[in-house]
């Protein structure tokens, strides 16, 4: 054997060991500093899924990354104190920490390519690092300290829940698309959201918001709910035209304004309820909806002059005098079998609630409500998950 050869062979040999060390079948467990080190001669592509094990403590850096073809996770490390991906431009599938109660720094500054980000239950996290992140399919934050979203920067996303993170004041993305859901909610009291860009979306929930702002948005393939936004005082969609679900706006104790210029039609429920300074409604373009409507509290305009269709069940209750419109509008369309369901309209109500209860009126407040009410049957299947917990949640 010649002199280069045995000099060769050694080193052939260690090369194929760290080959070996950055493909694997399983998941690779780091339990200490030494272990992430071990992981920097994978200088360009780690081929596997990464954990950190539950006992790791202190801070671990994965210098020398620059793709993870698989997930990188941490559950439960109850002791890691921070954790650094310098070099780490992409993740195949999943960054998930959940249940890391001392983590405190998150670095990923070159981070810009993942499959899902999902960060949970962080109570000392406050401002994470990434690239920015410019592609991912869902992101998931919830229960964290974060103090912003300024380094997720996406055009297009399938879901994205904000929950419970109560240090987010502001929410200001250039998306254009929501594939999947969208949930907003429990976050700071004096939350702003602003989608300018936002024309297409599929779900959409918002809780706990003092502004929500969707100027582009066209079209609504299923659902869209606003629910206790107690700082809430407007909202438009200026430009939207359908929704393929249910439009639910209910218990936002501020909300004085809404406006829906474009809208034609509502695919399954309608109900704007408990708004209790929501005084006029005015939908100009509105001619069906899908399911039952129901309108309550203390409204004294209802303006809906090319509303032509109601399949479900139609309640209008209301503190207010709309006792003219009941008789010279909606009634001849429940005489002409415009809407299908049962029918309640009732103007100067003591108490004006949904459908199924009995409207009592004050006094002088008139004859009573034609038609008798039932159970309405709101179609939670339309609102996706987010949508039935936000109505369990009222």
Same mark, same amino acid.
Do not use: W
């Given at each position: @054997?010649?002199?280069?050869?045995?000099?060769?062979?050694?080193?052939?040999? @260690?090369?194929?060991?760290? +080959?070996?060390?950055?493909?694997?079948?399983?998941?690779?467990?780091?339990?200490?500093?030494?272990?992430? /080190?071990?992981?920097?001669?994978?200088?360009? /592509?780690?081929?596997?899924?990464?954990?950190?094990? /539950?006992?790791?403590?202190?801070?671990?850096?994965?210098?020398?990354?620059?793709?993870?073809?698989? *997930?990188?996770?941490?559950?439960?490390?109850?002791?890691?104190?921070?954790?650094?991906?310098?070099?780490?431009?992409?993740?195949?599938?999943? #960054?998930?920490?959940?249940?890391?109660?001392?983590?405190?720094?998150?670095? +990923?500054?070159?981070?810009?390519?993942?499959?899902?980000?999902?960060?949970?239950?962080?109570?000392?996290?406050?401002?994470?690092?990434?690239?920015?992140? *410019?592609?991912?399919?869902?992101?998931?934050?919830? *229960?964290?300290?974060?103090?912003?979203?300024?380094?997720?920067?996406?055009?297009?996303?399938?879901?994205?829940?904000?929950?419970?993170?109560?240090?987010?004041?502001?929410?200001?993305?250039?998306?254009?698309?929501?594939?999947?859901? #969208?949930?907003?909610?429990?976050?700071?009291?004096?939350?702003?959201?602003?989608?300018?860009?936002?024309?297409?979306?599929?779900?959409?929930?918002?809780?706990?918001?003092?502004?929500?702002?969707?100027?582009?948005?066209?079209?609504?393939?299923?659902? @869209?709910?606003?629910?206790?936004?107690?700082?809430?005082?407007?909202?438009?969609?200026?430009?939207?035209?359908?929704?393929?679900?249910?439009?639910?706006?209910?218990?936002?104790?501020?909300?004085?304004?809404?406006? +829906?210029?474009?809208?034609?039609?509502?695919?399954?429920?309608?109900?704007?309820?408990?708004?209790?300074?929501?005084?006029?409604?005015?939908?100009?373009?509105?001619?069906?909806?899908?399911?039952? @409507?129901?309108?309550?509290?203390?409204?004294?305009?209802?303006?809906?002059?090319?509303?032509?269709?109601?399949?479900?069940?139609?309640?209008?209750?209301?503190?207010?005098?709309?006792?003219?419109?009941?008789?010279?509008? +909606?009634?001849?369309?429940?005489?002409?079998?415009?809407?299908?369901?049962?029918? /309640?309209?009732?103007?100067?109500?003591?108490?004006?609630?949904?459908?199924?209860?009995?409207?009592?009126?004050?006094?002088?407040?008139?004859?009573?409500?034609?038609?008798?009410?039932?159970?309405?049957?709101?179609?939670?299947?339309?609102?996706?998950?987010?949508?039935?917990?936000?109505?369990?949640?009222?």
């Amino acid at each position: @054997m010649s002199a280069l050869t045995r000099l060769a062979l050694p080193a052939l040999a @260690m090369a194929g060991t760290a +080959f070996a060390a950055c493909t694997v079948s399983g998941t690779t467990t780091i339990q200490n500093s030494g272990d992430a /080190t071990q992981l920097a001669t994978c200088t360009r /592509t780690f081929s596997g899924s990464i954990a950190i094990e /539950t006992g790791t403590s202190g801070d671990i850096s994965l210098a020398g990354l620059t793709n993870i073809d698989g *997930n990188l996770v941490v559950n439960n490390a109850s002791e890691l104190v921070s954790l650094g991906a310098p070099d780490l431009e992409s993740i195949s599938g999943t #960054l998930e920490l959940n249940s890391v109660s001392k983590l405190s720094g998150l670095s +990923f500054p070159k981070l810009t390519d993942l499959k899902v980000l999902s960060l949970i239950a962080l109570p000392v996290l406050q401002n994470p690092t990434f690239g920015p992140i *410019n592609t991912a399919e869902t992101i998931h934050i919830e *229960n964290t300290q974060i103090q912003n979203l300024d380094s997720i920067e996406l055009e297009t996303v399938q879901q994205m829940n904000i929950l419970n993170n109560p240090y987010i004041s502001q929410i200001d993305m250039d998306l254009s698309k929501i594939d999947t859901q #969208l949930t907003i909610s429990g976050n700071n009291p004096d939350l702003e959201v602003s989608f300018p860009q936002l024309t297409v979306a599929f779900n959409m929930t918002y809780r706990n918001c003092s502004k929500v702002e969707v100027p582009a948005l066209e079209s609504l393939n299923s659902s @869209m709910g606003l629910f206790g936004n107690n700082g809430l005082t407007s909202f438009a969609a200026p430009n939207l035209t359908e929704i393929g679900g249910a439009l639910s706006l209910v218990s936002n104790v501020e909300l004085t304004n809404i406006s +829906f210029p474009e809208l034609t039609e509502v695919g399954a429920n309608l109900e704007i309820a408990n708004n209790t300074k929501l005084h006029e409604i005015s939908l100009p373009k509105l001619k069906s909806v899908g399911s039952s @409507m129901d309108f309550n509290g203390n409204i004294s305009v209802v303006d809906t002059p090319a509303l032509n269709d109601v399949k479900g069940t139609f309640n209008l209750q209301s503190t207010g005098d709309i006792q003219e419109t009941c008789d010279n509008f +909606f009634q001849p369309l429940k005489d002409k079998k415009r809407i299908q369901g049962k029918f /309640t309209c009732k103007g100067q109500v003591v108490n004006p609630g949904g459908e199924g209860t009995t409207p009592t009126p004050t006094a002088g407040g008139g004859s009573n409500p034609t038609g008798a009410a039932s159970a309405l049957n709101i179609d939670l299947t339309s609102f996706g998950l987010a949508g039935l917990a936000a109505a369990f949640l009222l």
